[in-house]
């Protein structure tokens, strides 16, 4: 079993996106909500879509969504959503499909333009 901890705080997930290339960042809001903005590097799985798309055979998750697949150890799975609550019930999905460190920024999309803005 991984950390307890499931979530990620807005200057870890900065300090991941700037350092580390084996981050995956997956936005689960709807694309609608995600037309509107984004945080770089993410990919957008709906909330509704995380078991079948994280099950997908990773050729074609790389197809569809132009990354590499995570492995279920992969050390930075992180999700999120416009406050938080999405993202923590996309990371309890991949964590039952066996992604033991997937995390949730739980500030989400409206902590993360809040701070970017200033």
């Not at 580390?20 to 809001?29: A, K, N, W, Y």
């Not at 923590?88 to 992604?99: D, I, N, P, W």
Request: hydrophobic share 40%; glycine share 6%.
């Amino acid at each position: 079993m991984g950390s307890a901890d499931s979530s990620i705080t807005y200057s870890e997930l900065k300090a991941l996106l700037e350092k580390s290339s084996d981050l995956l960042l997956i936005d689960v809001r709807s694309k609608e909500e995600v037309d509107r903005g984004k945080i770089p590097a993410s990919i957008n799985i709906p909330v509704d879509c995380v078991e079948k798309e994280l099950s997908l055979d990773p050729a074609a998750f790389k197809a569809k969504f132009g990354v590499q697949k995570p492995a279920p150890d992969a050390p930075h799975l992180v999700f999120h959503c416009q406050i938080g609550r999405r993202g923590a019930m996309a990371v309890q999905k991949a964590r039952a499909l066996g992604f033991q460190n997937a995390r949730n920024y739980a500030g989400g999309y409206m902590e993360w333009s809040n701070k970017e803005r200033k």
